[in-house]
């Protein structure tokens, strides 16, 4: 028997240009992730967080007790940071957070909790990235206010367990019915065994009040570990305005495979029946470190209140080619660009490391 949904409750998943009450974020430890790199991750790391509390409260995960400690002390007096112990076992926290949604009538906040098995049983352990999200919810209100008090009497954020295996990472909403998802990021024996694209569909219009899902298939850059996230593809700048990834050149081995995805693109039309403008956003060149290829684009951007932060990848012209795009369809918000060359190492970046919760 079906639980209660959320959109039951009067709840809907909005877009990520809307006003935040906050972002989260978890702060970096494990050397795994970047191997002879995570000393430099670190400063990347607290300057997001610096530059994003200066538009929006941040929430950090700071992981296991002794990293707990080190961000605690690194980001001590940083107005707008609050740092929480809450265990981690990565960073990504896009993919295992809750995808927060809003009551517009109640003017109350929600959430979803997806099960997360570490994108299909990939990475072990990853028990703590997949208690995070309750964690998180557990500490906060209706309002999006965090209960430093655990006496608190306050109402208590309304929160939807799922029973689908998702990532935050396989969504992107225009905030107007149209979610844009990949078959081989959800649809998949690892993730979702034995169900169908429609019963998927179904779930998803239950908890985030979806009207139409595309499913944007047939793109993918060589060594993502994620099988083709759409926020690395493709992104809704605006309702009907899609920035998507195109390899910037012709001997890529992505090429084809995004040119693929430009056509399913062109033949898409969203859940108003408007068909889509699509604004190519070029990859860098092939970069390969330590023998392995890593998935840069510039799709994985993320949006605060009144900015834009931009990865970086140290090729100047694809890297002053994507500011400029990004400044002309973010008129309106500063473009902030940060150095994603070692970030990229873990194979994601900025928005993969970053989740929005919306004002209320």
């Known amino acids: 028997m079906k639980t209660t949904s959320a959109v039951e409750r009067g709840y809907t998943w ?3 240009w809307e006003r935040h009450e906050a972002t989260w974020i978890a702060w970096p430890y494990r050397e795994s992730t970047w191997p002879g790199r995570l000393q430099s991750i670190l400063p990347i790391t607290e300057k997001i967080i610096r530059t994003l509390a ?14 707990f400690q080190l961000a605690a002390e690194t980001l001590a007096g940083v107005e707008n940071v609050h740092v929480h112990p809450i265990p981690t076992n990565d960073v990504w926290i896009r993919d295992y957070g809750p995808t ?32 995070a999200s309750k964690r998180i919810c557990n500490g906060l209100d209706s309002k999006g206010k965090w209960h430093f008090d655990p006496r608190s009497n306050t109402e ?44 998927i569909e ?29 926020d690395q593809l493709v992104r809704f700048v605006r309702p009907t305005v899609v920035l998507a990834a195109v390899s910037s050149t012709s001997d890529d081995s992505n090429a084809p ?4 995805q430009y056509q399913v693109l062109r033949e898409s039309t969203d859940a108003k029946n408007r068909e889509l ?39 100047r012209s694809t890297d002053s080619a994507a500011l400029g795009i990004l400044q ?33």
């Open 14 to 16: 909005i877009a990520e």
């Open 54 to 67: 200066e538009v929006e409260t941040v929430h950090v995960l700071g992981g296991p007790s002794e990293t």
């Open 100 to 131: 927060f949604l809003v009551n517009p009538k109640s003017k109350k906040l929600g959430a979803v909790r997806w099960i997360f098995n570490a994108w299909g049983n990939k990475y072990h352990p990853h028990d703590d990235d997949a208690n």
């Open 156 to 199: 208590p954020i309304e929160s939807f367990g799922s029973d689908l295996v998702c990532e935050g990472g396989a969504l992107e909403t225009d905030g107007e019915g149209t979610l844009l998802s990949t078959s081989s990021a959800v649809v998949t024996g690892t993730r979702n065994p034995y169900r169908s694209h429609e019963q």
């Open 202 to 230: 179904r779930e998803f219009k239950r908890m985030l009040g979806i009207e139409k899902v595309l499913w944007i298939d047939g793109g993918e850059l060589a060594g993502d570990d994620t099988d083709s996230h759409i």
């Open 257 to 260: 495979h995004l040119a693929k």
């Open 277 to 315: 403008e699509i604004i190519p956003l070029r990859t860098p060149p092939p970069r390969m470190i330590q023998g392995r290829r890593v998935p840069e684009s510039y799709c994985n951007y993320y949006l605060g209140n009144g900015i834009v932060i931009v990865p970086q990848f140290g090729y």
């Open 328 to 360: 002309e369809q973010y008129p309106d918000r500063v473009i902030i660009p940060i150095d994603a060359s070692d970030f990229i190492i873990g194979l994601g970046a900025f928005h993969c490391a970053t989740q929005q919760q919306p004002a209320v």
